[in-house]
């Protein structure tokens, strides 16, 4: 099971980023996936959720609508827009696949960076 997410990098606040996380190894359309960061000193936040179908989704409360989580399952590739881009945005994002619901993640990725800095 490998995840590596890209994407990540020095945005301006306001703007926007997409990150990716490719999977290989695995069923992709059997997991459902979720996106986490940590911010520096921080403990690791969950930011969002989709199922294995991408019927439903889930987001924090601290994001206020500025995320969009998507799949294809075609391309076993995980997605996370950020619109409106804040300082607080920085950290290092992972996703992270789950098969059984209310169980741990199986897997995490390695993480991309993003910094938000004028």
């Known amino acids: 099971v490998q ?8 945005a301006q606040p306001g703007g ?4 990716s996380c490719a ?4 069923t992709f359309s059997n997991y459902a996936m979720s996106w986490a960061r940590q ?3 921080k403990g690791l936040e969950w930011v969002a959720y989709i199922s294995s179908d991408g019927s439903i989704r889930y987001y924090a409360d ?24 804040k300082p ?11 098969k059984t619901p209310g169980a741990a993640y199986d897997s995490w990725g390695q993480g991309t960076q993003v910094t938000v800095s004028s």
């Not at 999977?23 to 695995?26: D, I, P, R």
């Open 3 to 10: 995840l590596v997410e890209s994407g990540g990098g020095l």
């Open 16 to 19: 926007s980023l997409r990150l």
């Open 23 to 26: 999977a290989s190894g695995f």
């Open 39 to 41: 911010a520096p000193g």
């Open 62 to 85: 601290s994001v206020n609508g500025r995320l969009t989580i998507s799949r294809d399952n075609a391309k076993k590739t995980l997605y996370l827009q950020i619109y409106s881009l």
């Open 88 to 98: 607080e945005d920085t950290a290092r994002y992972y996703c992270a696949a789950k």
